[in-house]
């Protein structure tokens, strides 16, 4: 037995016996980085440590996304038991904002040709939609944070730490071919055959990968992973946080409904969960907030629309602001902003306005619409009692004042099947 492994090795090199083909494994990476991108690279470079892969090629192509998420993204890969490849392409990929950190912490990083990588300033979007102007201090330090970092990585990895300080600083931007020239990436590769080529021989954390004749096998995404990405979305819990609103109001305005309030409940549930990973900038939440309030107060005040002015202008602002810490990717466009506007405006002024209006509206049917109406006394009526016709009926009455049989009479109150009865002017 204690030559058994020397018999099977020996086995092998004899003709005719075959050699295990090398393995390698790939994901792909198309969209923003969030948390769901972080928990897939996570799970994939395990997947392929555990099945001895020579490497995990990363095939990436972003407009970037949230800092945090790429710096857990980095961590994990510094972590990794089996050497990280990032491949930005096909052509005319990028790797934009978050993107740059990730390829920089590569083992190896590569590019097709005509794709580009850079821009990694930190952005603040504004209640304008531009780039916000921020407090000189403040600027300082988030630019030397990122810049820090990138810095860091392009230090660890041996590529050029002026570019990659430059890439946050003055957003710089460059070519693959630019890039391999300036040592910001190692390889440039035309597609994923051409890349494993380059990559065989390569002496990476001091092994030398085999992948010339390596067999690629995809690492797909989790059916998690996928709906987390789908769903931890600025667009989706903006659309949850309108249900939110529309579901409580709704309930408020025509209690009982039960509907409106458990569909707002779940949704208040999701937005909850879904703050406490996305970038939620809480002023946007107040503003949102106060422009409800607005709404509310309009329906009950007359105020000639000043008061659901401001709430639409409050609500913009506060949707513009919302998502203001995102980076690329993460952000609200108008294009969902001016809608979901313009749709609150509207279910307020409508529905609610309609909806607590009739409320105070006096009562169209029952016996409750005799009340404020006139009639004719059919005979004396005083506080011991009386009879009122109306109604094609005869009713018991009572009033404080006599009143004389024939004299007209104004009923005030319904009491059981007795009606309060006033003298008619």
């Known amino acids: 037995m204690r030559h058994l492994g020397f018999i099977v090795a020996l086995g092998l090199l004899l003709p005719g016996a075959t050699v295990p083909a090398a393995q390698v494994g790939l994901i792909k990476i198309d969209g923003a980085i969030g948390p769901a991108t972080a928990s897939y690279i996570d799970r994939a470079l395990e997947i392929s440590a555990a099945r001895h ?7 990436l192509n972003t407009p970037g996304g949230l800092l945090d998420s790429a710096s857990d993204i ?7 038991k089996v050497p990280t490849v990032v491949y930005v392409a096909p052509a005319p990929a990028r790797a934009g904002s ?16 005509y794709t580009r990588i850079g821009a990694a300033h930190p952005v603040e979007i504004g209640a304008s939609g ?13 630019e030397n944070d990122t810049a820090a970092f990138a810095r860091s990585i392009a230090d660890k990895r041996h590529r050029n730490l002026e570019w990659a300080a430059d890439s946050v600083r003055q957003s710089a931007s460059i070519t693959s071919e630019e890039a391999v020239q300036t040592n910001v990436v190692d390889l440039l590769a035309t597609d ?4 494993l080529k380059q990559l065989s021989t390569r002496q990476v954390n001091g092994r030398l990968l085999n992948t010339a004749q390596a067999v690629v096998v995809e690492i797909p995404m989790s059916s998690w992973e996928e709906f987390s990405a789908l769903f931890l979305r600025p667009e989706v819990m903006f659309i949850l946080m309108l249900l939110v609103i529309y579901g409580f109001i709704g309930e408020l305005s025509s209690p009982g409904a039960i509907l409106p309030g458990v569909a707002g409940a779940i949704a208040l549930i999701l937005v909850l969960y879904m703050s406490a990973i996305l970038p939620v900038n809480v002023a946007g939440l107040v503003l949102m907030g106060l422009a409800v309030v607005l709404f509310m107060v309009d329906t009950f005040a007359t105020t000639h629309g000043v008061l659901t002015a401001g709430g639409i202008l409050a609500f913009f602002l506060g949707a513009l602001m919302l998502f203001n810490h995102g980076g690329p990717g993460y952000e609200l466009s108008l294009g ?15 529905i609610v306005g309609k909806g607590i209006g009739a409320q105070f509206q006096p009562a169209k049917t029952g016996v409750q619409t005799m009340i404020g109406r006139a009639a004719a ?6 506080s011991t009692g009386g009879r009122v016709f109306i109604e094609g009926e005869s009713w018991q009455a009572v009033s404080e004042a006599p009143v004389e049989a024939g004299q007209p009479v104004e009923i005030t109150a319904i009491e059981g099947l007795t009606l309060k009865v006033k003298p008619k002017d």
């Open 98 to 113: 978050a993107g740059v950190f990730i390829t920089m912490a590569a083992d190896v990083a590569a590019m097709a040709p």
């Open 336 to 350: 969902w902003i001016i809608p979901g506007t313009l749709l609150t405006a509207a279910f307020f002024i409508v």
């Open 377 to 382: 006394a059919q005979s004396r009526i005083d």
């Open 130 to 142: 531009n780039v916000e102007k921020t407090d000189d201090t403040m600027k300082a330090k988030i």
């Open 74 to 80: 980095v961590q994990h890969m510094y972590a990794a």
């Open 192 to 195: 994923v055959p051409d890349l």
């Open 53 to 59: 892969d020579e490497c995990l090629i990363i095939q």
